[in-house]
Structures are given as C-alpha cells and as structure tokens.
C-alpha cells in the first residue's frame, strides 16, 4: 500500500496529492471542499469523511457501526490528529519532506505513521465535513476480521516504530477525541446540552459523552486472557470458583450487547439479526486484532545489531555485578538535562525503540530493547562541587507486556491440563515447573537489556569525557553512606 501510494506521489506534477483507496467511490465535490479547504488555511494536509455508499449491503452495515472502522480523531472542530487513508490530500512538499511512506506498512497504518511523522515534524492537519468519499465496507465476517487482523499487524509495526503514541498495554493514546460510527464503547451518560451561562447562549447544543472505555476493556484480548481464562480454568479443581469465571464471561457478553443496542444503524439496511451480528463482531474483533498485534509483536526484533556490536567491542562480560544503577563523574559542565537530550537523540540515530518522559512519566526514557524485557531509564544530578556533578543513571528493567501475557497465559494452560487429568497422572503436576524456568529465561532477558543499556551509556558517556565510576566504588560509597546514616 505505501509503495503504491509513494509511486503515486513521484508521479504527481501537481503541487497536491490525494489519495483514497480501491474500495471507495468519491463523491463528485470531493475534490472542491478538500483541496479548497486546504488552499485557505495553513495546514499541510486535509481530510473528511468516509460514509456508507446507499448501495452497500445490510452486512456492510452492522461491519460499518462495529468496532475497528477507519475514523477521523479531531483535537477541535477543524484540526484533526489523525485523519484515515482512504480520504487525505498533502501538500507534495510536506510528504518530500518526511520522505513519504514508510514502505514497511502494507495493509495498514501508513496514514497513521504520516500524520504522525508531520506533527513530529511540526506541521498541522485540518478536517473537511464537505470533502467526503462513500467507502465500501466488507460484506462478510470473514473479510472483516481479516481486515481487523491487518489492522493488528499494523499496529504492531507502529508500536515498534512509535511507542510513545501507546501505553503499557499497547492501546494507542490519542490527544484528540475519535469520531466515528463505529461502537467505539458503550455510553453510559446521557447527552449534555450546553446553554450558556444564565441560559444566555445563542445556540443550545447537544454533546454527546464520551464512551465509557473501561467496559470496553471488558472486551479485549488481554482481558479474556488474563482473567475470564484463569477464572475458567481454575474453576476446575477449584470448583467454587466457576462462578466468578462465568460472571466474567457474562460481562464480557453483556457489554457487546449493550454496544448493539446502542448503534447506530440506517433503517433501510436493518435487519431482525443486524444487532445479534454486530454483538457478535464487538466481540470477535478485539481478539482477532490483538492476537494478530501481539504475533507481529513477537515477529518483530526490537534490539538493534549496534548494541550486540557495542557489547563485543567494548569487551563487556557479564560478572554478575548489579546493572540496576550505574554512574558518572563530569567535568565539563554538563548539565543533567543535556545528557538526557544526548542519550534520546542516540537512541533515535541507532533506531531503538524509546518512548520519552512526556512530563507525567516517572523515567526520563523507557527503552524496549527485547522482545520480553523493557527499562525504564531514570537520571539525578548531585552536584559535588562547582563544575563537577556526578551522574546517577538509574536502569528499571522490567518484563514486556507479551512476556507477561505468555507467562500467565502458560500458567492458566498448565493448571487447567493438571485440573482434568491429575487424578489420572499425579506426576503432571511437574508440568509447573517450567514455569519457573520461563521466568528464569525473562529474568535473563532483562539482565540482557540491562547489559545493552549499561555498555549504550559507557559509550555516550566516553564521547562527553564522563568517567564512570567503577562497581566497587560504587559499592564502597553505598556501604559508606549506610554507615553514616545509621
């Protein structure tokens, strides 16, 4: 797709260049209100809506008003942080600029990693309501959970590549607010009407709440795996706990049903089992994209060959010493702040995977160096005398959310096998064992990423004429200060 799209954009001649996609038919104005919009303003690229052609099918309509659906996420009434691929115009020179589409992404997510790149770049994108295409839904569950599993494999690409736009359990966070006719969660609060203050507003205006996404959360992938599984299958040699497993399962359901309810579909295109069907896909399409997000995860290596080379030059063998802090004495008038700036813009040149302190963070940086294994890396300045500071860099290591996902997913599996069969064969109660032997291998894993940061820093901190100060010295100031405090 991005290749397509970057042929298309090297043989444009014109100053724009508009894209939508194979299954979508563009409304005759398209063009007049897309492009119009975009002369008049100062942004650098334009988009609008992508609506249901009247023709398309009743299934194409329940796929329309479920979860997953191309959307638009605005951050006021005309700027919008992300607008979708299959209606956007650019400026020729603002794509030359960030080097088009990155050619990695080929089913999904190239529009996601261009409004992205532009922002970074600091550029604006505006959102038209006239400039708008009828898009062509898939008429089949089939198709739609392919089309939802494409989407996983993109965001696994995304969060390699942009991990700050995502959180811990790899949900996108947007800054901006999504618009979309798809169930995008169950509302809970009934609709706002501002008046003005004293009732003096010219125009009373109805807002809709925001979807309550912590029931949604009832829905996902993480969700079924990490709770309603270990619920059902320690249900069966601890039977008092079935209860709760298919309380769990039942809210799950109860949320589906509560987002089909509440769609939103075109009589014309409603059938006696559009709802039941929709219901059916708000609850099928969490676990086919986030199964397809985590194996495009696991696919994907994440530790650059620079810090495996690093390691072999430097000589750096593993003793055994603690790599959860490491230090450094400066000399020149470094300030903390300036080698935090140094150790980001390393990170970026050697394309590691790092998320930046964005101000609400308890790290400066956290870096997802492994597949398992994540750390978060910290810094304080102590200051020991003018123009001399001492660097603490405090390294976090953690495991990964697939880690932890395997782990106790291996766990649930392994008790359920030893609750139906262990009266038969007492001995499959060796079957735990290998848990502690998989936690062993991602304890290892993030020793190794440890590793890769500490030798990282030694080789920042050599081309800054910082001196590290040596484990033993470290140790001796620790016991010292111990010492002193008691």
């Known amino acids: 797709m991005s290749i397509a799209r970057n042929t298309g954009i090297a043989a444009a001649t014109g100053a724009i260049v508009a894209f939508t996609d194979s299954d979508c038919r563009a409304d005759e104005d398209w063009l007049h209100y897309l492009i119009g919009d975009l002369l008049n303003s100062d942004l650098a690229g334009m988009g609008g809506h992508?609506?249901?052609?009247?023709?398309?099918?009743?299934?194409?309509?329940?796929?329309?008003?479920?979860?997953?659906?191309?959307?638009?996420?605005?951050?006021?009434?005309?700027?919008?942080?992300?607008?979708?691929?299959?209606?956007?115009?650019?400026?020729?020179?603002?794509?030359?600029e960030v080097h088009g589409f990155d050619p990695v992404y080929r089913k999904a997510g190239d529009d996601v990693d261009m409004c992205w790149r532009l922002q970074q770049s600091g550029y604006r994108i505006g959102f038209t309501p006239g400039g708008f295409v009828w898009h062509y839904r898939r008429s089949t569950v089939e198709?739609?959970?392919?089309?939802?599993?494409?989407?996983?494999?993109?965001?696994?690409?995304?969060?390699?590549?942009?991990?700050?736009?995502?959180?811990?359990?790899?949900?996108?966070?947007?800054?901006?607010?999504?618009?979309?006719?798809?169930?995008?969660?169950?509302?809970?609060?009934?609709?706002?009407?501002?008046?003005?203050?004293?009732?003096?507003?010219?125009?009373?205006?109805l807002y809709s709440p925001p979807p309550a996404f912590a029931l949604m959360l009832a829905t996902s992938l993480e969700y079924h795996l990490l709770v309603t599984g270990p619920l059902i299958?320690?249900?069966?040699?601890?039977?008092?706990?079935?209860?709760?497993?298919?309380?769990?399962?039942?809210?799950?359901?109860?949320?589906?049903?509560?987002?089909?309810?509440?769609?939103?579909?075109?009589?014309?295109?409603?059938?006696?089992?559009?709802?039941?069907?929709?219901?059916?896909?708000?609850?099928?399409?969490?676990?086919?994209?986030?199964?397809?997000?985590?194996?495009?995860?696991?696919?994907?290596?994440?530790?650059?060959?620079?810090?495996?080379?690093?390691?072999?030059?430097?000589?750096?063998?593993?003793?055994?010493?603690?790599?959860?802090?490491?230090?450094?004495?400066?000399?020149?008038?470094?300030?903390?702040?300036?080698?935090?700036?140094?150790i980001v813009e390393k990170l970026e040149a050697e394309k590691w995977q790092h998320r930046p302190d964005t101000g609400w963070n308890e790290f400066d940086v956290e870096i997802f160096g492994t597949r398992w294994s994540r750390?978060?890396?910290?810094?304080?300045?102590?200051?020991?005398?003018?123009?001399?500071?001492?660097?603490?860099?405090?390294?976090?290591?953690?495991?990964?959310?697939?880690?932890?996902?395997?782990?106790?997913?291996?766990?649930?599996?392994?008790?359920?096998?030893?609750?139906?069969?262990v009266p038969a064969l007492p001995w499959l109660w060796m079957l735990l064992l290998t848990l502690p032997l998989l936690g062993l291998y991602f304890e290892s894993e993030k020793r190794t990423l440890q590793r890769l940061m500490v030798a990282f820093l030694d080789d920042l901190a050599a081309k800054y004429e910082l001196t590290k100060v040596p484990f033993e010295k470290m140790r001796e100031q620790k016991r010292q200060a111990a010492a002193r405090e008691e």
Not at 57 to 86: F, K, Q, T, Y
Not at 158 to 172: C, D, Q, T, V
Not at 377 to 388: C, D, P, Q
Not at 392 to 398: D, E, F, P, V, Y
């Open 50 to 96: 992508n609506l249901l052609p009247p023709e398309d099918s009743w299934v194409a309509a329940a796929v329309m008003v479920s979860p997953g659906g191309p959307a638009h996420v605005m951050l006021n009434d005309r700027e919008a942080e992300h607008i979708p691929g299959c209606n956007m115009a650019f400026y020729k020179w603002a794509l030359d």
């Open 233 to 342: 299958v320690l249900s069966v040699p601890f039977h008092f706990l079935w209860p709760l497993g298919v309380a769990s399962l039942c809210l799950s359901l109860s949320v589906c049903v509560a987002a089909a309810s509440q769609a939103q579909i075109e009589k014309p295109k409603q059938r006696f089992w559009s709802r039941p069907l929709i219901a059916l896909l708000t609850f099928l399409q969490p676990i086919a994209r986030g199964w397809a997000r985590y194996e495009g995860r696991l696919r994907i290596n994440a530790t650059p060959a620079e810090g495996y080379r690093r390691i072999a030059s430097l000589a750096y063998i593993d003793r055994g010493e603690p790599l959860d802090e490491v230090q450094y004495w400066c000399h020149t008038g470094m300030e903390r702040v300036n080698f935090v700036y140094a």
């Open 143 to 205: 198709a739609y959970l392919k089309q939802q599993a494409g989407y996983g494999e993109a965001e696994a690409l995304l969060i390699a590549k942009h991990p700050e736009y995502f959180n811990s359990a790899g949900a996108s966070v947007w800054r901006g607010r999504i618009y979309s006719p798809s169930s995008m969660g169950v509302v809970v609060r009934r609709s706002v009407i501002y008046h003005g203050p004293f009732g003096g507003g010219w125009f009373q205006t």
């Open 375 to 421: 750390l978060q890396l910290s810094t304080v300045a102590e200051t020991v005398e003018k123009g001399h500071q001492l660097f603490h860099c405090r390294l976090n290591a953690g495991w990964s959310l697939p880690a932890n996902v395997l782990f106790w997913s291996a766990c649930g599996l392994e008790l359920l096998l030893i609750g139906l069969v």
